[in-house]
């Protein structure tokens, strides 16, 4: 069985077809499947089915993809319409950590009808760093430029080296505005209130004894979620609504008893759950607005219809006010009938589909992998895909890797051991 009809031609100087490289692409960033999964799932499909079509290996299938990479670097970028640039670093992988500024015109947010995601992006720039300040972040603004013109807003987690070194930018551009992430921003409106009040402690410690009590015995299946070391209020949402479930249940006339057993503690903390619930409400409804519609002038009115009635609890109303403050503030930039994006996350997700693509190889260091963030970003037809293995032959990408990213672990080590003599 052939099917050469549906098969182009391949890119120049290559032996597997442009419609099977594009495909590869896509079968490794669009599912769960790892280098080698993919080429082996393949190698199955083909054998089966008897098809008369070449399998690449798994080290083709990532040669593919960081030559799309490094195209997302190279390749012309417009510049008729304003950009959006979010900025952030990932977190540090051995020496480095990466700065990376993605992003897209304005005109092409799709505002209302869905949040922004990884098929909307365009990788602007991204530069390993060993530290980083604010004349550095500026420094790689200002390059940034080159490929976008200076942008019109950038969205940032408001970490103190990036807010600096986009004020400094700002000097110099004075029609770029930033905005801070709303949910990084919430997370903090909650840890400055909650930190401080003791019976959010006490219902965190007695949270874990009861865990560490029920972890290994038949009532594991009562064990609350746990929040992270990092970021913890970014992720209080579902440990809040497991100690509310909890509670109605042991409120019930006829409540399960092991529930009851291990959770009757918390009939004592139904106050303050009821406090804590409505204020994660009022940040929750205020992220999931500002991630879908933006910021505009409408925000704040919208906001306070899907707040509801003002609660009597002075914690609600005080989270209130400091979300209200950050519409206002952010607001006030945009320019008549002008909508600011107020969200970062979507870069969280690209970093997130990096370190699971990247697997084990990046967990010690920073490898050629980093570059397959040009690949994840924006959508890529089959069109894209020849234009870009055509413009970036494997050695070019080799080079720029090289001189990006420097040496890796592995090369250092086998340059050590090369002689033999060990």
Not at 1 to 27: A, K
Request: with cysteine; hydrophobic share 40%; aromatic share 8%.
């Amino acid at each position: 069985m052939t099917t050469p009809e549906v098969l182009s031609l391949p890119p120049r100087g290559g032996q597997y077809s442009c419609s099977l490289v594009s495909f590869f692409i896509d079968l490794f960033l669009h599912t769960g499947a790892s280098l080698r999964c993919a080429a082996s799932a393949f190698a199955v499909v083909v054998r089966h089915f008897h098809l008369d079509l070449p399998v690449p290996s798994f080290a083709t299938i990532r040669a593919w993809v960081l030559r799309l990479g490094c195209y997302a670097l190279l390749c012309p970028l417009p510049q008729a319409d304003p950009w959006l640039w979010i900025i952030d670093h990932t977190i540090q992988v051995g020496a480095k950590k990466l700065f990376l500024i993605v992003g897209c015109p304005l005109s092409e947010i799709p505002f209302g009808q869905r949040c922004l995601s990884l098929v909307d992006l365009r990788l602007v720039a991204l530069v390993p760093m060993e530290q980083s300040n604010q004349y550095l972040v500026d420094a790689e603004l200002e390059k940034a430029t080159q490929r976008t013109g200076a942008p019109r807003l950038i969205v940032s987690d408001q970490g103190g080296d990036l807010v600096k070194g986009i004020e400094h930018f700002q000097q110099r551009h004075a029609n770029t505005v930033a905005v801070g992430d709303i949910a990084h921003h919430a997370a903090h409106v909650l840890e400055n209130r909650w930190e401080r009040d003791p019976r959010w402690g006490e219902l965190l410690k007695k949270l874990s004894a009861t865990n560490q009590q029920i972890r290994q015995t038949a009532d594991a299946f009562l064990v609350s979620p746990t929040l992270r070391n990092k970021a913890r209020f970014m992720n209080v949402g579902p440990l809040l609504r497991f100690a509310c479930r909890v509670l109605a249940l042991s409120k019930k006339e006829n409540p399960n008893a092991r529930a009851k057993q291990r959770y009757g503690w918390l009939l004592d903390y139904e106050e303050d759950l009821a406090g804590w619930r409505e204020q994660y409400d009022v940040v929750h409804e205020t992220i999931a607005r500002v991630r879908l519609h933006g910021l505009n002038a409408g925000t704040l009115e919208e906001l306070e219809k899907e707040w509801g009635a003002q609660s009597e609890r002075t914690g609600t109303k005080m989270t209130r006010g400091h979300m209200r403050a950050y519409v206002a503030k952010n607001v006030r930039q945009a320019k008549e009938g002008e909508t600011l994006v107020g969200s970062s996350e979507v870069l969280e997700s690209a970093f997130g589909k990096l370190k699971a693509k990247a697997g084990e190889s990046g967990k010690g260091e920073l490898t050629g992998m980093a570059m397959s963030l040009g690949a994840i970003l924006g959508q890529h037809d089959e069109k894209e895909v020849r234009e870009a293995l055509d413009a970036v032959p494997q050695k070019k990408a080799e080079g720029m890797i090289s001189r990006l990213l420097g040496p890796t672990l592995c090369w250092l080590r086998h340059q050590l051991f090369r002689t033999g003599d060990a």
